[in-house]
């Protein structure tokens, strides 16, 4: 097990969420789950330690938190996440720049075994209404990854990928793609170059100790 | 007519037997008309998709069908060939079809042209115990395959039990294994090499191998065929018959599911009723409810800054919901607050109250789960 503490000589971090020793609190929404999973065996150990490296992600990162975590129906919670949200609340009003996203988070044991649509995983809660291609417009607020997920996609990818997709540290804003966009609209308005040059909103790595990649 | 070994009229059992194809394209088309021809009492047909040009190659279809759903177009054909015959045709995806559709059938035949089709209509059969039969092509090698797995109480082998890195690599990129294209007449969709491009032959006697393999399982006739598969080769005609067996790290959930009866209007009782009444225990911690075609519904977005509380069972798909009482908006279910299984925790004290009073009135199944455990719960008379 790995500890957080600043004096261990290891330094934790993505590769070694599954060692990292929960603190107390995360330990408890850990077990509160676990008691409630519902998974049948073959996909409870799967959905279990995947909640533990979200709880592990959490306590290293110090940018996402775990609200409420549910395994009765595979995985579902509700995530703070610390990121800058574009939302445009006037069409023809000034981009207004949130700076923490309340994600709803859904797992279902499905993952685990098949691909399963980009937009099948996270919705935004809060903020309203968020100005992105990869956001749909209506109230539910879809985040949409991709065409489709691999099966059996970490759930602490889906969340650095939401991380990438909300900060437009990576991004789609051409509605000609083959994979489509959720927002054709948002799209459109962030290839103005004058929108375009506010891209990406943030540079900070996920992790903040991580070294930027500078290609 | 008389078949040896059997007793006279053998075939005619068949009048009381329901079958399921799923998939009703080059292969699993002809299962359909086959077993239309045998005298069944009861088909499901399941197919999302229409026909397109490039199938006419292979499929036993018509030009004037091009567009038309493969499903319905079947169904009618089954129905003018077998009137007295029950069809029931579902254009739509397996993953959205009732559990309970396929509770009904005594026999399930599929042809998809997806891996995670495989997936799906495997797993259902194994929670419902019911026998399975797999027909599919490969056109380069001119071979036809047909798996049967009988799904007793779970023990045997299933489609995913042979799954290895490359089949996981193909359902990652969704790899259709089409049968267009053998005429080279269409242009091959993206993800969809390496497809079987079969020939319409090859696909007619996969279609005539899985229903002769259904017949034998339901007359019985013949050598057994539970959980075996039967590969036919175009080059040399030959047959071979090899034991399909139970993969212990499979992936998918082996444990077969209960079905229970009960004779009150499933509407007149709580869930925790319900529960109590097929298990004789009430619904513990961990318990997840899936009623037939509803979906529990959390909290709806209105025009409202929050949120509001809805706590019932609205139809699956339903986009809006009565309008609110503040803002008089329509309410939108929102997603993340929508359970297609709803577990007791979530439910709370709903669980107490008649399903009637929560907008399953006119409730007819709904499937328990508990851990590994499953019990699907019918109403037995219709009231």
């Known amino acids: ?215 | 007519m008389p078949l040896v070994g059997c007793a006279a009229g053998a075939l005619g059992s068949l009048a009381k037997r329901r079958v399921a194809v799923i998939g009703c394209g080059s292969v699993g088309g002809r299962v359909a008309l086959l077993a239309s021809r045998m005298g069944l009492g009861g088909l499901v047909l399941v197919d999302p998709k229409r026909l397109k040009a490039g199938g006419l190659a292979t499929h036993d279809m018509g030009p004037e069908d091009v567009g038309k759903p493969k499903a319905l177009v079947t169904a009618r054909r089954c129905s003018r060939i077998n009137p007295a015959m029950q069809v029931l045709a579902f254009v739509q995806a397996v993953e959205a079809l009732e559990l309970s559709v396929l509770a009904g059938v005594d026999l399930v035949v599929m042809a998809p042209d997806l891996l995670a089709v495989e997936i799906e209509v495997g797993q259902r059969c194994i929670w419902l115990s019911k026998p399975l039969v797999h027909a599919s092509v490969h056109g380069p090698t001119l071979t036809a395959q047909v798996r049967f797995f009988l799904n007793a109480k779970g023990a045997g082998g299933c489609p995913a039990c042979g799954y290895g890195k490359a089949e996981q690599d193909l359902m990652t990129r969704q790899v259709r294994f089409s049968c267009e294209g053998a005429a080279g007449a269409v242009v091959p969709l993206p993800d969809t090499v390496p497809a079987t491009n079969s020939v319409s032959p090859l696909c007619a006697q996969a279609a005539a191998l899985a229903v002769m393999q259904a017949i034998r399982f339901l007359v019985p006739v013949g050598q057994p065929v539970a959980d075996t598969m039967l590969e036919y080769c175009g080059f040399t005609h030959r047959t071979v018959v090899s034991p399909i067996t139970r993969n212990p790290n499979c992936m998918l959930d082996h444990n077969a599911i209960v079905q229970v009866a009960l004779d009150p209007p499933l509407g007149d009782l709580s869930l925790a009723q319900v529960a109590q009444q097929a298990t004789g225990a009430p619904p513990s911690a961990d318990a997840r409810f899936e009623l037939e075609g509803l979906q529990w519904v959390e909290l709806a977005s209105c025009r409202c800054p929050e949120p509001r509380p809805v706590r019932r069972f609205v139809a699956r798909g339903r986009k809006r919901l009565p309008c609110c009482r503040k803002c008089s908006a329509p309410l939108v279910p929102l997603n993340f607050y929508t359970y297609p299984q709803v577990s007791a925790s979530v439910l709370g004290s709903a669980a107490e109250r008649p399903l009637r009073d929560l907008g399953a009135r006119g409730l007819t199944s709904l499937l328990l789960r508990t851990g590994d455990a499953g019990v699907l719960i019918r109403q037995s008379t219709p009231h």
């Open chain 1, 1 to 215: 097990m790995i500890s957080c503490s600043s004096d261990d000589s290891v330094s934790p971090g993505l590769s070694t969420l599954p060692e990292v020793a929960l603190d107390r609190h995360y330990q408890a929404i850990f077990e509160a789950a676990e008691k409630s999973c519902g998974a049948p065996r073959v996909y409870r150990h799967r959905l279990l330690s995947e909640a533990h490296d979200l709880l592990a992600l959490c306590q290293l990162s110090g940018r996402l938190q775990v609200l409420w975590l549910d395994l009765a129906v595979g995985l579902r919670a509700k995530l703070s996440l610390e990121v800058p949200v574009p939302c445009l609340p006037d069409p023809v009003g000034p981009l207004q720049v949130a700076r923490c996203a309340l994600l709803g988070l859904l797992y279902p044991q499905e993952a685990i075994v098949m691909p399963l649509p980009g937009h099948a995983f996270v919705r935004i809660l809060a903020p309203r209404p968020v100005w992105l291609g990869c956001v749909g417009p209506d109230a539910n607020q879809m985040v949409c990854l991709g065409p489709s997920l691999p099966p059996g996609i970490p759930v602490i990818e889906i969340v650095l990928m939401t991380y990438g997709a909300l900060s437009m540290q990576s991004t789609l804003i051409n509605v000609h793609d083959p994979a489509g966009v959720a927002n054709a609209e948002a799209a459109v308005w962030w290839q103005c170059p004058a929108n375009a040059c506010r891209i990406p909103l943030s540079r900070e790595p996920f992790l903040r100790d991580e070294v930027p990649h500078v290609p």
